[in-house]
Each structure stands twice: as structure tokens, then as C-alpha cells.
């Protein structure tokens, strides 16, 4: 079993940029795939950027393409959102996301098998 907890939303002003975290714990061995998601009121669970566990394959969906960015650091067992360029359409609560392989990135949320709580991030115009 994995354990994420996401930590670094908060409420910020449009073209601000934020930082998440998501420490894992237990079997970290399972943290192969990072998946980052957000949910925003009303609407379904959305991929915003995903990474193998090397760093060397990423996915970002258009939406987000050159504004976000996931990093890890695992010998800190800790994972990276950086988003930049926030609009209020990126309002929505934040989820990391872990799963083992055999691939080097999933994209659909049911894919994943560990999640955090959430973090709530809030974009003001």
C-alpha cells in the first residue's frame, strides 16, 4: 500500500504560479507512474500531467501543455506539480495519483490504483 498526501494549494491571483506536493509513504516501490488529476465543481476527474518513474516519459494534456510540469524527487518520495500561468479555469481540487507499471504512463483515472485526498486550488480573476 502507498499512502499520498498532497500539500500547497491555496487561493492566488490569475498569471500566479503554485507549487504541489505529494509525499508518499508505505510500499513506495509501487510509486512507478505519477499521475497528477484535478476536479473541478460539477465535472468529472481530469488528467493534467503524468510521469514515469525516471522522469524520462511525461504526458501533458492540451489544456495545460507548457503552463504545468511534474517532477519527483524520489529519494524523497515526493512528487511535483508546477503550475504557472494559473487562469481561474484552473480552479479545482488537486490530486495525486500512483500506480506500479508495466507502463511508463497511464492517462485514464481509473488506471491508478493510490490516491491523496486533494488539495483545493483557487484561481481569483
Known amino acids: 500500500q502507498v499512502q499520498l498526501v498532497e500539500s500547497g494549494g491555496g487561493l492566488v491571483h490569475t498569471g500566479d504560479s503554485l507549487r504541489l506536493s505529494c509525499v508518499a509513504s508505505g510500499d513506495t516501490s509501487h510509486m512507478v507512474v505519477i499521475g497528477w488529476f484535478r476536479q473541478a465543481p460539477g465535472k468529472g476527474r481530469d488528467l493534467v500531467g503524468t510521469l514515469s518513474r525516471s522522469g524520462a516519459t511525461t504526458y501533458y494534456p492540451d489544456s495545460v501543455k507548457g503552463r504545468f510540469t511534474v517532477s519527483r524527487d524520489n529519494a524523497k518520495n515526493t512528487a511535483y506539480l508546477q503550475m504557472d500561468s494559473l487562469s481561474p479555469e484552473d480552479t479545482a481540487v488537486y490530486f495525486c495519483?500512483?500506480?506500479?507499471?508495466?507502463?511508463?504512463?497511464?492517462?485514464?483515472?481509473?488506471?491508478?490504483?493510490?490516491w491523496g485526498q486533494g488539495t483545493q486550488v483557487t484561481v481569483s480573476s
Open positions: 495519483a500512483a500506480r506500479t507499471g508495466p507502463a511508463t504512463y497511464y492517462l485514464r483515472e481509473y488506471d491508478y490504483h493510490y
